[in-house]
């Protein structure tokens, strides 16, 4: 009897087996090598018809996946046959799939060149790669035999690894702007590709004293004006191929272009090169290390030093828990016992679970008015509530609605027919909220008022949380939380509020994985 399975095109895990006229559902998995927080552990519907050759599949998660190249549309269902390509995420963990024997008068033989050229394509990526880290030395440590680039996630990163780079279990990681080189010209940002020179003096003889000491030499650098198109990445690249064969010694470059997990302070760069870049070999925490210059030193850490852009490069250290240095304190032995520096507004190593208050739920008949920043945690009490209440409550929400006199409207009716109302909008002034007190009184109900305790650095602490994991949410601006740091005055029962209740944020995480990434620092600042 025909069978059908479901093989990855990198072959990172043995194929699945889908069996006739049976549902079978992937995502996320020990199964499919998948832990892309992005990916839902359901995200894909199979079901097969090995009669007829035909696979009938539906996406399932948030996220899009992919037929061909196409982004599918959530919860419709798609027909598909032999030779298809899934794509489990858009673009990415590509799978094949595949009758055996294959279907009478397929296009059989153009799947055969089709699935030759990918396995063509895959042992020529092999192939790089292999010419990349090369046959091991003497000494068993692989090493580069030419000069390569690549590049993750369609161009969120880019990796240049020198010829000659050895990998190994300590790394020396270095930022690039502020610490190995700065601008000819004086100015903070370079005028073109050329406008660079070496830092210090004794940046080269220090990073040759750190390769006789068996250390892999690190780049790790973020370079936004590449992901917004106003630096080509073609002449970044022979901006990278110059330092490096200024300073004659063999580096691996990390360069972040987006605003994702692989910019720093997150520890993206760091995760490709110790699970992908370096050869197979476990590093060791204990003898690496960070110097960058984003360290939050205060303006006149020296005599005439501005204050220092952001801290990402101390935090995204401590994220690692790597030795930190600054450049001066590497390259000169200079001492920062006396330098003083800014510390994180928002620590997220000691945000602690909260148990719901139960005051939150009204004995009579309400309008619950939630008042904090975006993401400060204010959609999520709402379902809180609604579910602790037994659906008591119903939740308006501008976000949603697009007004505030949409939302007016809507909580009327939700009044009328007996429900209590929440909500769930930002509402930071007097005026915003005396909308919902004046309603109350018209509707003759009570009127209480929630305020998120979350600050503003908290909140954009979560903000940067759920565009890392991909959440379904519209990445928010900074402007809109100055926007409302200014608006804001305290709410008051003297506005007509019964009472006012400050929540704590309560973090909830769907695994662990999620969990380690929200106790990191996620904000330069």
Known sequence: MRQCFLRCLLDTHAPIKLVHNVETVIGRSKITKIKDQSCSRQQVSLKADCEECSVELTQLGVNPSGLDGFALKRNVPYKVGHGSKLEVLLNNYIHIIEFDPPPEGSDNQKHSSKRKLDDEESTATQTKKIKAESAPT?????????????????????IFTAKGVKSSKKIAAFDMDGTLIKTKSGKVHP??????????????????????????????????????????????????????????IPIQAYIATGKGFYRKPATGMWKILTEQKNGGIQIDKEDCFYCGDAAGRVANWAPGKKKDHSMADKLMAENLGLKFYTPEQFFLGHSISNVQMHKPEFNPSEVKPEPF???????????LVLVGFPGSGKSFLAKQIENKSNNQYGTVCRDVLGSWQKCAAEATKLLERGKSVIVDSTNPDVESRSRWTSLAKQMKVECRCAKMAASKAHAQHNNKFRELMKINHVPINDIVFHSYKNKFTEPTPSEGFKEVIEVKFNPCFEDQEAEKLYRMYLLEK
Do not use: H
């Open 138 to 158: 003497e000494s068993g440590v692989k090493e580069a035999m030419d000069d390569t680039w690549d590049d993750v996630d369609r161009g969120e990163l880019y």
């Open 191 to 248: 005028v073109d590709i050329n406008d660079w020179q070496i830092a210090f003096p004794t940046v080269a003889q220090k990073l040759k004293e750190l390769l006789t000491k068996d250390y892999k030499i690190v780049i790790l650098s973020n370079q936004a004006p590449i992901g917004n198109g106003r630096v080509k990445i073609e002449d970044f690249k022979k901006k990278i191929e110059g330092i490096v064969t200024k300073l004659n």
């Open 357 to 367: 208050n139960e005051k939150l739920i009204g004995k009579e008949k309400e309008i």
